[in-house]
């Protein structure tokens, strides 16, 4: 029987989830925010911080519970079984695998503005914001590169994961430092028409659109990587919350130093008319920073590239898990019999991941539909581990989450309140990305003669209805938002509120203790005994 190996502790599971947030979100995202928003950017990315960490809370208690591979598609079937365990997964994974080549994508756009004299030829990679042919060839160059580095032992990942994610963090340091003292124009933050120039709804769309959910999206990955985790009940908590927090310090830091360092000239027009090619990298150009230039454009490629070498293996154990949840074909599911790594699965992510490439060439057409996709699968958290709180009272909980009653429908909440921002027709394309799925879903189940069929469909009826509402709300909703002003600007953020308890009740009524339950409690049996003997361990060295 194959086993995944178990070797990555606390500061690499945080690597891991800080290495996956800080990818090509910090070289894009406080433009975008500030594009979008103005000043009042900070703000959005304090909201999408709070929003992620009420998501990210109810997800550690499951993490904690369950330490699989992939256990982001596999939660939302143990409580409510395979119809809605498939909607989430297949969201998640889509928001997911198509991360990857949006960090090779990040790459080759800040490639393409190279100022030296020699790199000239750099400028044909990239025209009107898309990838050209010869800006797909490089692109494709990187993503087989993430994908030889996870090819052979999680241990290699781990490693040189954490001396990339140790890399990205000096470099933002050093960016916002260097634009801080070298030209700091503190009266951006107030001219013109304000703090938010935009008027305050932008600042909730730039929480959806600018790349704030995208960025924080990482915060999965130590979930993803719990069943190679020594001490999973203590690290997951630990490396989700602390990945948040430190990201969020970072980002903060970040847009304060951007928006300060912008020349004032340049925004006298607004803020939505500011349009860089490599944003950080032509600021330092524009103050003479000539040292941060050249590590800016080295750190292009280092940023994204540690988070497409994560989202590489994260994703490999996302196929893994859907395989063992008997919705894809067995062979996605195998394991090397020496290196432990599931590299069937590797495999199908790198084609989908080229399908990706070639079918949505910029940043920011991708990043948009990442953070839609990723919102669908954020919902079901927070009701997963209220559910389980009542069908799976005699589980073992290492993290037994105080005040999970409230923090669950709050999370619920915000994460309606964010696909709602998206902005109309972007949210209209959840139906779709759903739809691309359930053919597989019915597929399977056909196979399975329809085994349990009626009790897990109605069990997920809520969600169908819940998207098809909230589909209809963005479309009928305020102007602000892409709507077409029936429900005015207010009424609408207030409908989606008391909409969203409804749903959220429903929710966690519709669980049931699903016969896929049964079968996850001998993982968090195993995850018991792993802590007993940890404990133990500790007590004889304690004693010593």
Known sequence: MNHLQRRMGTFSLTMVGLGSIIGSGWLFGAWRAAQIAGPAAIISWIIGMIVILFIGLSYSELGSMFPEAGGMVKYTQYSHGSFLGFIAAWANWIAIVSVIPVEAVASVQYMSSWPWEWAKWTSSLVKN??????GLGIASVLLLIY??????TVSLFSKANSLITIFKIVIPGLTIGSLLF?????????????????GWASVLTAVATSGIVFAFNGFQSPINMAGEAKNPGRSIPLAVVGSILIATVIYILLQVAFIGAVDPSMVVHGWSHLNFNSPFADL???LSINWLVIVLYADAFVSPSGTGITYTATTSRMIYGMEKNKYLPGVLGKLHPIYGVPRQAMFF????SFIFLFLFRGWGVLAEIIS?????????GPVTAMTLRRTGKELYRPLHLKGLSIIAPLGFIFASLTLYWARWPLTGQVLFIIMMGLPIYFYYQAKLKWKGFQKNFLAGLWMVTYLLCMMVISYLGSEKFGGINVIRYGWDMLIITCLSLVFYVWAVKSGFKTEYLKEA??????MRLRERTINSQLDKEKAV
Do not use: D, Q
């Open 147 to 152: 994908f030889l580095l996870n090819y052979w």
């Open 372 to 380: 839609v996709a990723t919102l669908i699968s954020y919902i079901t």
């Open 349 to 352: 992510n790198l084609a989908v």
């Open 521 to 526: 409690t001998k993982v968090n049996e195993e």
């Open 182 to 198: 070298a030209g700091f124009h503190s009266g951006n933050f107030t001219s013109g028409e304000g703090i938010a120039p935009n």
């Open 129 to 134: 914001g898309t990838l050209t042919l010869p």
């Open 284 to 286: 330092a150009i524009a």
